[in-house]
């Protein structure tokens, strides 16, 4: 029997969209959910790639945000519109998926009659797509709220020993992006790149930036996607290892980069030759990248885009376009194309014909700023703009080539008037990666008092809006945006504090924290460091965050970084504080960790920096906590205590978490009392529902279960996993995780008590 639940009734849906108008997983969701994700209530939320993956083969549940929305009055209808809008064009039978919805419902013996009879009397059977969107919203937020029976998905059963691969689009959640509504020609290129991959298993598209590669093979996977099992795309950000960490697997539920590696890696190996991989923008000398040898002897095709010359291996260079071609890439955006075609073809000729640089000016053309011969004129001006020795070079294969495309483009973003507000969005985009984002994220840090300007220079195509519906910069605009705003701590200050204010919080967990380090990474890697008092209290402080998450190429640059700037004892101490963080959080070298914490002890001075003096401390006390010297570490979590309670920084969110691991350790040597006496005086001095809040919760209530009072500790479990549930809403087996954990403990606890 198939049950009646979101990911049964979403998959319904989806099979009836006609091929011609095929949406990809996030788009279908983003449709549905398009009024919460506008309105206030969802400014922050972030769809996680795998997480809708998720969703959709019942591996997790809808996020209770999401769900709690449209449960309110009135938000159910707005869900109606939505899918009357956005959806129901889709479908090829509208009908025949209402009906299998239906019959779905009508035969789930876990629906009680009752509720069959609410869901379907007046709005089943369906006449119009009024009534069609009207039933699908009530259906589908019936499911929502009900109880969620999570689905078995092991990736590793996918592993096929024939000659195909496993299908993966319902495990591994990365789609190909479609490509850009406007393009046009390439139809040779397309043709002559499937010949390639034919006798090829790895090719290399390569050309200078904004020539068009990517929307290229965009464009192949959209035309030849019956060729392949699977088609996956991942997008180089540095690092192969990272990239392939950062797939989106359905049975992901670690945040450990180098595990994911491993699992994902294993995979990827066992995909054959039916299976394509587009690495976009792998603009990397081979030598430089540790990881290429490895890609390299995958079973399947990989399709890389990149600005780097591989002659020793299968390359397309892809060239200008035609100018026919060209020419029809304007009439997409000016509709006066024909009649100023004799200037259009000299502005075309102007730019030599680069595609991205005809696209600025066919946009900048159709707002009206300029007229054709204005802006002719304009773009004449461009070469004079920079000295000889300013330019730089676009192709990074060792070749002179003249930054004529640096200097046009860079001419049309002036025309388009990028000072102000224009301006600083575009500064601050710098610090973004491909992966984008959020709007109204951006406008937050940015102190924006509304998204007028952004949406401005997204009809201008200076910022591009990528599928996952998140803005970011072109390569080649975020290097001319670099080169000519110079983006610094100074000139950058409230963006950088208003991310600050948010790393302080730490016992809170943010949605976007993945967007948050990559913004953080991209600033220690491109802002000028003119104020490096806010720059290492920032830095400092997001290596709190990162180690939550274990996010090791963040911590790792944050250790080079502040090295750079030591200055003073304790300065060194926190430097070696966190290289024995590193080591035992990423590394798990229990004794390399344990060298580093002593060194910082020795150098620390409780009466200047009694903070720093504590929280190492209680980080050596945890050490020999982890190796069993108990007596090494009640001394050393002991001192910490009493340097935090001597000068009144006990409630911190970083030294919470300390005193949690000091009670832990006062129970364990049959000090249980004074455990909860501490953790109990902290509860009252943190923000409230919170992971450190629900972490209190559990350390008291396992205590009162060691000590055999039944009632109290219930009462704190049970407080701690509703808070886990709340704030975890958005991953539900992580809750499933604790409650596992703590049933574990309980276990271990009632045999320890039997034993005794």
């Not at 959020?438 to 998204?451: D, E, G, S």
């Not at 599928?467 to 000519?484: G, N, S």
């Amino acid at each position: 029997m198939k049950l009646c639940d979101f990911c049964t009734v979403a998959k319904t849906i989806t099979n009836y969209v006609a091929e011609s108008k095929s949406i990809s997983q996030l788009d279908f969701m983003y449709e549905l959910f398009k009024d919460f994700i506008e309105s206030d209530e969802g400014a922050d939320f972030d769809f996680d790639n795998g997480l809708v993956c998720r969703w959709l083969n019942g591996t997790a549940r809808i996020s209770a945000r999401i769900t709690s929305y449209y449960s309110e009055i009135g938000n159910i209808e707005a869900m109606a519109i939505d899918i009357e809008q956005n959806l129901i064009p889709l479908l090829c039978d509208k009908f025949m998926a209402a009906e299998e919805i239906y019959h779905l419902l009508m035969n789930d013996t876990t629906v009680s009659e009752k509720m069959k009879c609410e869901l379907t009397e007046n709005f089943y059977p369906c006449n119009d797509d009024i009534e069609l969107s009207n039933f699908f919203s009530r259906i589908l937020l019936f499911t929502m709220n009900r109880n969620f029976v999570k689905r078995d998905v092991k990736t590793k059963e996918l592993l096929s020993m024939g000659t195909l691969s496993p299908l993966v689009r319902d495990y591994i959640y990365d789609i190909v992006p479609k490509p850009c509504r406007h393009f046009i020609g390439r139809e040779t290129d397309i043709e002559q790149i499937h010949e390639l991959l034919k006798e090829n298993d790895k090719v290399f598209l390569t050309g200078v930036a904004g020539i068009g590669k990517s929307e290229l093979a965009k464009m192949y996977a959209e035309r030849y996607k019956k060729d392949y099992t699977n088609i996956l795309y991942m997008r180089y950000m540095g690092d192969i290892a990272d990239m392939i960490a950062d797939c989106d697997f359905a049975d992901d539920t670690d945040n450990n980069a180098d595990s994911r590696f491993e699992r994902h890696s294993r995979f990827l190996r066992s995909l054959k030759e039916d299976t394509l991989i587009i690495i976009d923008n792998f603009d990397i000398v081979p030598i430089i990248e540790s990881g290429f040898d490895k890609l390299m002897q995958y079973r399947c095709k990989i399709l890389f885009t990149t600005r780097c010359r591989f002659s020793e291996y299968t390359e397309y260079e892809l060239k200008e376009m035609p100018q026919n071609d060209l020419i029809g890439l304007v009439s997409k955006f000016y509709d006066k194309t024909e009649k100023k075609l004799d200037i259009v073809e000299q502005i075309i000729d102007e730019v030599h014909r680069h595609t991205l640089s005809v696209e600025l000016a066919a946009r900048l053309l159709a707002s009206g700023i300029l007229r054709p011969k204005k802006l002719l004129a304009e773009l004449k001006k461009s070469k004079s703009i920079y000295k000889n020795e300013d330019k730089i070079n676009i192709v990074k294969d060792g070749k002179n080539t003249k930054a004529t495309y640096y200097e046009h483009i860079h001419r049309l973003m002036y025309i388009a008037a990028l000072d102000g507000e224009g301006g600083e969005i575009l500064k601050h985009l710098t610090f973004v990666s491909g992966k984008g984002i959020n709007k109204r994220l951006l406008a937050r840090w940015l102190n924006l008092q509304n998204l007028n300007n952004v949406n401005l220079l997204l009809e201008y195509g200076i910022i591009q809006e990528n599928e996952f519906h998140k803005i970011a910069l072109h390569p080649l605009i975020k290097e001319i945006t670099i080169d000519d705003k110079e983006p610094s701590i100074a000139n950058c200050k409230a963006f950088i504090e208003n991310m600050h204010g948010e790393y302080l919080l730490h016992g809170i967990d943010l949605p976007y924290y993945k967007t948050m380090f990559e913004v953080t990474e991209n600033i220690i890697c491109i802002a000028y460091k003119d104020d490096i008092e806010i720059y290492k209290a920032f830095i400092k402080d997001a290596f709190a965050y990162m180690e939550r998450y274990a996010y090791k190429s963040g911590m790792s640059l944050i250790i080079s970084e502040l090295e750079q700037y030591s200055e003073s004892v304790d300065d060194t101490a926190l430097i070696l504080d966190y290289k024995s963080a590193y080591e035992h959080i990423i590394n798990g070298d229990m004794q390399k960790s344990a060298e580093y914490e002593m060194q910082a002890v020795n150098l620390c001075d409780s009466l200047t920096n009694p903070h720093l003096k504590a929280n190492i401390y209680a980080n050596m006390g945890g050490l020999y906590h982890a190796e069993s010297e108990m007596l090494k570490a009640k001394e050393f979590m002991e001192k910490a205590y009493r340097i935090l309670t001597e000068n009144n920084l006990q409630y911190t969110a970083d030294s919470l978490t300390q005193i949690c691991n000091y009670a832990s350790l006062a129970a364990n040597m049959g000090e249980p009392q004074r455990a909860i006496q501490a953790l109990e005086k902290c509860t009252e001095h943190i923000i409230p529902n919170t992971i450190i809040h629900a972490e209190l919760l559990e350390n008291i209530g396992l205590i009162y279960l060691q000590m055999n009072d039944i009632p109290n500790a219930k009462e704190k479990l049970t407080q701690s996993l509703n808070i886990y549930s709340e704030v975890w809403e958005d991953s539900p087996e992580l809750t499933e995780q604790k409650i596992s954990e703590i049933k574990e403990q309980i276990f271990l606890l009632n045999n320890s008590i039997t034993e005794n």
